[in-house]
């Protein structure tokens, strides 16, 4: 936690005197910015932020009361304590003042000694308010970390010599997220790939996602089928679930001895599907719920035949349900367009360029959900 002395607080009062006043009775303890109207004070924020400010209400062109609210509006300062001093000492003027984000109000004339004060008491807390959310976002940074560590890390060498080529890309929200991908040699012609997408975002999805992936990844070595092991990843996750939290899936298992995968979903949208010469198109429809609700899911399996050139690409709600400023979704059908203009193409440039057209597509908006986009690709090695 930074020195109480290396706070910076900025006065804003059109009187030059009052201005005096206060410049006297803090210099020696905080750094100080002045600003005389509110649009000057605006372009201090901008240009550094500071600790607290002290803020004037009856000003030409922009009064206290808008500043105020611009700055609860930007993400930037929103959380910059301030403090209202004005000669408006009716009640009114004073709720308005706490309404549009005021952390404190004194009215002029004011004691030196009580500003002194409540500006050290404000400034204690922002302080600490401080520490605790850098304290916060280094353990979420580690804690993302964790995360991304128990998910493969080298998917090349898990389908090395079977004629399949994965890339996956996961993009959290937050920190850490609740979407996860697996790929799993079981044997020399058989490969699993799962993605999923776990209820909710933070810290307790992070967990739920860390727990799936140790099951699914367990399952998937003792089970030849994608129906079978999801319908026993539901059982064990329901089994304890005190917070009734689950997960949709997509889960493959490429047999590559007789050139053929199955497929299956629990709760998760389709995935889409590109093949030589042909439109990009929606494949493997989900038959069961989401795992980990209730037990006894019903997840059937579809079982397709495997060309050459071939590429599977599985996606979560992040990419679907992208939305632009005007709050659109980004939807499967420009996924499949997208994915039109990079057939043949190598898993890595397939999944870049599904998260770049969703990315245009968003245009700024922010990120709601996590994005999640994994790319198998079928070239038989004897082919």
């Known amino acids: 936690m930074k020195e109480l002395s290396e706070s910076r607080v900025l006065i804003v009062d059109d009187v030059k005197t009052n201005v ?41 062109d922009l009064d206290g009361y808008e500043v105020c609210r611009r700055l609860r509006a930007s993400e930037l300062t929103r959380e910059v304590p301030v403090m209202f001093l004005s000669a408006l000492e009716d009640v009114n003027d004073k709720t308005r003042g706490f309404e549009v984000g005021g952390n404190d109000y004194l009215t002029k004339p004011f004691e030196v000694l009580e500003v002194k004060a409540r500006v050290r008491s404000l400034l204690k807390a922002k302080l600490y308010a401080d520490a605790v959310r850098e304290a916060m976002a280094r353990d979420l940074r580690i804690a993302r970390e964790i995360q991304m560590g128990i998910l493969p890390a080298d998917l090349g060498a898990a389908t090395k010599g079977t004629g399949l080529e994965v890339r996956a890309l996961i993009e959290p929200a937050r920190e ?4 996860l991908y697996e790929v799993v040699r079981v044997s020399d012609d058989r490969v699993v790939v799962a993605l999923g997408d776990v209820s909710g975002k933070g810290i307790p999805a992070a967990l739920f996602m860390a727990v799936t992936v140790t099951v699914l990844r367990t399952l998937a070595r003792q089970i030849a089928e994608p129906d079978e092991i999801l319908r026993r990843l539901n059982d064990e996750l329901a089994e304890q679930n005190p917070r009734g939290m689950f ?52 997840i059937d399996r579809e079982t397709l035949s495997l060309e050459r050139g071939d590429t599977f690409v599985l996606f979560s709600d992040g990419v679907s349900e992208a939305m632009n400023p005007d709050e659109d979704f980004y939807g499967e059908d420009r996924l499949l367009a997208a994915l039109d203009t990079v057939s043949g193409a190598t898993p ?36």
């Open 20 to 60: 005096d006043i206060l410049v006297q009775a803090l210099r020696d303890e905080y750094k100080l910015s002045v600003a005389l109207d509110g649009h000057a004070a605006l372009r201090s924020v901008e240009k550094s932020p500071p600790d607290l400010v002290l803020l004037d209400i009856v000003m030409p």
């Open 176 to 179: 850490v997220g609740g979407d």
């Open 247 to 298: 997960v949709t899936l997509q889960c493959l298992v490429f047999d590559l001895e007789h050139e053929r995968v199955s497929c299956a979903g629990a709760g998760h949208h389709q995935l889409a599907l590109v093949s030589p010469g042909r439109p990009a198109r929606l494949a493997c429809p989900s038959s069961g719920r989401p795992a980990g609700l209730f037990p006894h899911n019903p």
């Open 348 to 383: 890595d440039e397939t999944v870049r360029r599904v998260l770049a057209d969703v990315r245009a597509f968003t245009a700024g908006a922010k990120q709601s959900d996590d994005i999640t986009v994994l790319a198998v690709r079928y070239r038989p090695l004897n082919a």
